[in-house]
């Protein structure tokens, strides 16, 4: 999977708890991105990082926030974790802003 | 508003039959194209990547075309198997908004023997 490690695999929350997701790199790409996946909908772009702490927002940014330290982590925090924040979430990289995008393999998040 | 429609929503063939999933965008400027591959419980995965002078791209059984004039995409996979068994997602990629990708919802085939 390109260099890609997203930790937890899978978690189980409570409404109201913060809970932080971890993208890992071993590709030294510029960019890294934060997707969650709903059954119906595409992908949706929550954050994403150009560059060590360069970051942006994405389409459905409400309720998260992210932090790039280093080239090769980018978290996700959620700060008070609800339930329409279940889902499965993506971390993907990239050399560049148009080139191919890789993938991680996903963490499967519940909030209960 | 920049929109990538897949169609069928999903797919059932038999066994070593070819089929055609289809993707109409409206979004512009267009950079390029790109056709993914999700199994289950797995991240996506690029087939094909195609810019708009580009009409036909193919990546083993995976045959991608592109009408840059109608702004419609489609996937051909020939003879397929059972590992093709998955969701096929179109994303086209704006030139707009620090090359923003625009995601569709997928098409999910299976594969029957």
């Known amino acids: 999977d390109a260099g890609i490690t997203q930790s937890p695999r899978h978690k189980v929350t409570e409404t109201g708890t913060p809970v932080t997701l971890r993208c890992h790199q071993t590709?030294?790409?510029?960019?890294m991105y934060w997707y969650r996946q709903d059954p119906g909908h595409g992908l949706r772009l929550i954050h994403y990082?150009?560059?060590?702490?360069?970051?942006d927002k994405g389409e459905v940014s409400d309720g998260y926030s992210v932090s790039r330290s280093k080239t090769e982590d980018f978290l996700l925090t959620l700060e008070s974790a609800t339930s329409s924040q279940t889902s499965v979430y993506f971390c993907?990289?990239?050399?560049?802003?148009?080139?191919?995008?890789?993938f991680g393999q996903g963490t499967r998040l519940t909030v209960v | 508003k920049n929109q990538v429609e897949q169609s069928p929503q999903s797919l059932i063939i038999l066994e070593g039959k070819n089929c055609t999933l289809q993707?109409?965008?409206?979004?512009?400027?267009?950079?390029?194209l790109r056709w993914y591959k999700q199994d289950t419980g797995r991240g996506p995965v690029s087939l094909t990547i195609?810019?708009?002078s580009e009409n036909t791209k193919s990546n083993g059984r995976y045959t991608a075309t592109l009408d840059a004039d109608t702004k419609q995409s489609s996937l051909h996979i020939t003879a397929s198997q059972l590992s093709d068994s998955a969701s096929y997602i179109c994303?086209?990629?704006?030139?707009?908004?620090?090359?923003?990708?625009?995601w569709g919802a997928g098409t999910k085939l299976i594969i029957k023997p």
């Open positions: 590709e030294n790409h510029r960019y």
């Open positions: 993907a990289i990239a050399g560049a802003a148009n080139t191919e995008a890789f």
């Open positions: 994303v086209v990629i704006s030139m707009d908004s620090n090359y923003q990708l625009i």
């Open positions: 195609m810019t708009f």
């Open positions: 993707c109409n965008y409206t979004v512009s400027p267009f950079s390029n």
């Open positions: 990082s150009y560059g060590v702490k360069d970051t």
